[in-house]
């Protein structure tokens, strides 16, 4: 089965730096990786999506790279702020709507004022 | 977005007690639901596989017979937590796909005595 690999567990940084997370995923055909944030006691809420005939994909301070090559996929967050603090996870799902989906194991982003 | 919802939000039982959780795609018709776990500081665990008019596909390791799933119509799939004990205490969260994007419940809390 799928395997998806997330890195680092926890993030640390200053309000307005740039924060990135990476994935890894093992099958090969997963082709739509959808990243959530996840505050405490809550629903994931999808931030942001890639399908794989894309390479890269912004939405404002928000973007998506995928390599499928490589299989890895990567989350930017540009200029971060405080309420940026949350858990992030990626996820690697065959694009059906029955297709399963498998979740990295989650980075906590904290981001210090 | 689409919205699922999952009812109820919290509940606390006793030990030996049965609990059923509602899951429902509020606006549009899913033949798939998805359920998961979620422990305190992980990620989420797939449970298994909710098919509407059919038997749910279930996870290595998650008993069938404790955790029983019925999806009898195209916007409600139900989790039975039967005979719950304190170790099954956690976040139930169930997910619905729409056009490839997966959408997730806000999420019960079980917490049993």
């Known amino acids: 089965g799928e395997n998806v690999e997330q890195h680092p567990s926890t993030l640390s940084v200053q309000e307005g730096d740039s924060a990135v997370i990476k994935c890894t995923y093992s099958d090969s055909a997963s082709n739509y990786f959808p990243w959530y944030k996840q505050e405490l006691g809550k629903r994931p809420q999808l931030i942001i999506d890639?399908?794989?005939?894309?390479g890269e994909k912004k939405d404002q301070r928000i973007a998506v790279t995928l390599n499928k090559t490589a299989k890895h996929f990567s989350l930017h967050i540009t200029e971060t702020q405080p309420e940026d603090s949350a858990v992030y996870f990626c996820?690697?799902?065959?694009?059906?709507?029955?297709?399963?989906?498998?979740f990295g194991d989650g980075t906590t982003l904290t981001v210090k004022p | 977005g689409a919205v699922v919802s999952q009812h109820p939000s919290w509940v606390i039982c006793k030990s030996g007690t049965s609990v059923k959780i509602e899951c429902r795609s509020l606006d549009f018709q899913a033949t798939t639901m998805f359920w998961y776990r979620q422990f305190p500081k992980q990620s989420l665990m797939l449970m298994a596989t909710s098919n509407e008019g059919s038997k749910a596909t279930y996870e290595q390791g998650v008993e069938k017979d404790k955790f029983l799933i019925n999806h009898a119509s195209l916007t409600l799939s139900t989790l039975t937590v039967t005979s719950a004990h304190p170790e099954d205490s956690s976040f139930y969260i169930c997910?619905?796909?729409?056009?490839?994007?997966?959408?997730f419940g806000p999420g019960t809390r079980l917490t049993v005595l």
């Open positions: 996820a690697a799902i065959v694009n059906t709507n029955a297709g399963k989906s498998t």
């Open positions: 997910s619905a796909g729409l056009a490839g994007v997966r959408f």
């Open positions: 890639i399908r794989s005939n894309v």
